[in-house]
């Protein structure tokens, strides 16, 4: 039984990884500022013995009483819409969020656990994406704004990790999906399936022929726990190395929710990368992890989601 906070604990990751950590009785105290979190995530815990919600921005002198064992930095937009709409928030919790919640977790002796993300590798050379590929990315892109500050966080992390010799995780999260998800989130799953279930047609951004590899959002969360329970520094791909184009996940979503939805294509976003997979053979040989769900699965659960949601 431990006390960890979690910043970001009202968005999508977030409440779930809350959810899994409350359930195995840890103490949880969940910070967010409700920029792009939902309370309705984490109202159910709100009872919960040991539960905590703190609304604050960790850009942001963060503290937090009494003991901490953990602090899991889960917070940042993490949608490109959202990174595009609040660039300087999002560059501002991926650097300055990450210096202050290390802050927190060296003062309080804690482990800390940085959420990273397969964005770092950019437009991938090597492919799938190994751990130790060093990565390809437009600083002065509009999707630099997340990429260097969650580059930069990894950076900050190690740092932490060397000098002060703090207990450092990184995990790095490929396009994880399920319930949760905010139907305007503005990411490939979520509009599929909310234009699907509206009879909109489904907006394709380029060709189609892009690739992504997408991970449920329970596989995620237990290979998170997984890496949090180890004692790996290095970071470690947690995402499900099944690889779709982006017309082929269209085909599914409109299979599983039976809709009439069209196909309509829109202009490839600045910086797309083309493909995306990881090799996660780390996370399978230190963790013993590697996902279950399926894709089609996947899509099943989260469509009876935002059946009701929507
Ligand atoms: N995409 C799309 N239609 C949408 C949203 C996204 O075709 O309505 C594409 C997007 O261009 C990208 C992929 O789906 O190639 C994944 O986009 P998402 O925003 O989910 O995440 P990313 O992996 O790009 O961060």
Redesign the pocket.
């Known amino acids: 039984m431990a006390r960890v906070v979690i910043t970001g604990g009202a968005g999508f990751l977030g409440s779930h990884l809350a959810d899994a950590l409350v359930a195995r009785g840890d103490d949880v105290v969940a910070i967010d500022n409700l920029i792009t979190g939902n309370r309705a995530n984490i109202e159910h815990l709100f009872g919960a013995p040991g539960f905590t919600f703190v609304e604050h921005d960790v850009s942001n002198y963060v503290w937090v009483p009494d003991d901490v064992d953990a602090v899991l930095h889960f917070a940042s937009p993490a949608?490109?819409?959202d990174y595009l709409e609040m660039p300087i928030q999002t560059l501002k919790v991926g650097s300055l969020g990450t210096h202050n919640t290390l802050g927190l977790a060296k003062a309080k002796n804690a482990a800390y656990f940085l959420a990273s993300t397969?964005?770092v590798y950019g437009e991938p050379h090597v492919h799938p994406q190994t751990e130790d590929y060093w990565g390809n990315v437009n600083p002065v892109g509009p999707r630099g704004v997340y990429d260097e500050a969650k580059r930069f966080s990894e950076a900050m992390t190690m740092a932490y990790q060397r000098y002060h010799g703090l207990d450092t995780r990184i995990v790095r999260i490929f396009?994880t999906y399920g319930p949760r998800m905010r139907p305007d989130d503005?990411?490939?799953?979520s509009?599929?399936i909310v234009?699907a279930l509206k009879r909109e047609p489904?907006?394709?951004?380029?060709d189609?022929s892009?690739t992504?590899s997408f991970c449920f959002v329970d596989d995620e969360v237990r290979g998170l726990i997984a890496l949090l329970d180890s004692d790996e520094n290095n970071p470690v791909n947690i995402g499900n190395p099944n690889e779709f184009t982006?017309l082929e996940?269209a085909k599914i979503v409109l299979e599983v929710t039976g809709s009439s939805s069209t196909i309509e294509r829109?202009p490839?976003?600045t910086d797309?990368?083309s493909q995306?997979k990881p090799e996660i053979t780390r996370a399978r040989e230190i963790l013993g992890w590697e996902p279950q769900i399926q894709l089609r699965e996947g899509i099943e659960r989260t469509v009876e989601y935002f059946r009701t949601s929507i």
């Open positions: 949608s490109p819409i397969s964005e396009n503005g990411r490939v799953v509009n599929f234009q489904l907006t394709v951004y380029g189609g892009q992504r982006i996940l829109h490839l976003p797309d990368p995306r």
